[in-house]
């Protein structure tokens, strides 16, 4: 099992995504932006990071 950390800015692509995956029973945390990401990277148990690589102004870019 896949445990992806999900950071993008697209409310509905995000969602999608999300229940596209835990729907194949992968436990998913999701995150609007690179700033909401950075606090929780190392709490939860993130084995893959999703996200797009454009918004590296909400800090992306640093996960």
Known sequence: M???LIVDDD???????????QGLGHETVTVANGAEAWPI????????????????RTGANRL
């Open 2 to 4: 896949v445990h992806p």
């Open 41 to 56: 990277r190392w709490g939860v148990r993130a084995s893959a990071i999703l996200t797009s690589w454009r918004h590296d």
């Open 11 to 21: 409310d509905a692509f995000r969602d999608a995504l999300g229940e596209t995956l």
